[in-house]
């Protein structure tokens, strides 16, 4: 857990404790907390280990949940002291599906709060509110998986991909890491030794530990998802001398693109944006998006602080509620 302090307040003592908002962004690979003030201005954040909703339908994965709260919280409520307490707390967790109970009940306990000031949603509708205002554009976000959002201006939300490792999330770190070792694989079947001379297959396997299957299989099988989706690290550090993780990459950002050709076949054009750590990993991916895009749709690129847009908008329910 590394926490940060961005900028000190200092508090009247005569004065009550400013209500701030604490915003909790939980993707497979990282959490990412930041506190924010009713002015909305983000002044702490930090980090811990990833979470998902998978872990929500088990009492081990509720239990690691439980614990990842309780660990995080002593850091956050000691930032907090330094002007105010938390008062609201709006989470977003990957894969959520709307059944609210048992996190925002981990949540309330972990951060003495009560059950109605604490909301959860998916990470990605969250993400959405920090890029966009309802029905302006649509944001595509890749991190350890890959969707595309739209919040249109009733307010409902829509998607395109997001439908887990096992089935596609194309685009994403999980499904880089997973072609390359597809390739990495089938080569060794035909020539084995193959990884010797591919700057790739040396990169990634560096990064899980050995060369051999045994390896492999036990870094991919037992191991986490975001961990997985780390070897795009490995394949991103290949691919200015790598063709095949050149390759790779350029077929990300084309699958993305694809999500949001969905997105524009269905509501229209708009601006898309793209989100998410998989567009820092190197710069063919957002180029390839861009080119794979319909005529005349524009791209930007946003830095995914999801977290913070979160904490704003709690932030602005412990205002209304005081």
């Not at 000691?78 to 990957?94: C, M, R, V």
């Amino acid at each position: 857990m590394h926490g940060a302090i961005l900028s000190k307040h200092i508090q009247n003592p005569d004065q009550p404790p400013m209500r701030l908002g604490l915003g909790i962004d939980m993707g497979g690979t990282q959490t990412r907390w930041a506190l924010a003030d009713m002015f909305g201005h983000v002044y702490a954040e930090g980090t811990a280990q990833g979470a998902t909703a998978l872990q929500l339908s088990t009492q081990t994965g509720q239990k690691a949940l439980q614990d990842l709260f309780f660990t995080v919280a002593p850091e956050i409520n000691n930032a907090a002291k330094q002007s105010g307490k938390i008062h609201a707390l709006q989470a977003g967790l990957t894969g959520f599906n709307g059944d609210s109970h048992v996190i925002k009940h981990l949540l309330a306990n972990a951060f003495d709060l009560t059950e109605k000031f604490v909301k959860v949603s998916n990470d990605i509708e969250i993400a959405f509110h920090d890029v966009f205002l309802p029905g302006e554009g649509y944001l595509v976000y890749a991190g350890t998986g890959s969707i595309a959002a739209f919040i249109d201006e009733a307010g409902q939300f829509h998607r395109a991909g997001g439908h887990g490792y096992v089935l596609d999330d194309a685009g994403s770190g999980y499904w880089i890491a997973r072609r390359a070792l597809k390739h990495i694989w089938r080569e060794e079947d035909m020539n084995p030794g193959a990884w010797r001379s591919s700057t790739m297959a040396i990169a990634v396997f560096d990064q899980i530990g050995g060369h051999d299957w045994n390896s492999s299989r036990d870094f991919i099988y037992q191991g986490a998802r975001g961990d997985v989706g780390q070897l795009a690290l490995a394949v991103a550090s290949a691919a200015n001398t790598d063709t095949i993780a050149f390759s790779i990459l350029s077929e990300a950002g084309a699958e993305l693109a694809r999500l949001a050709h969905a997105m524009c076949l269905r509501f229209g054009q708009k601006p898309i944006a793209l989100s998410g750590r998989v567009q820092d990993l190197h710069p063919i991916i957002a180029l390839s998006l861009a080119q794979n895009l319909p005529a005349g749709c524009r791209l930007r690129l946003c830095k995914n602080v999801a977290h913070h847009g979160a904490a704003r908008i709690a932030a602005k329910q412990a205002t209304l509620s005081a």
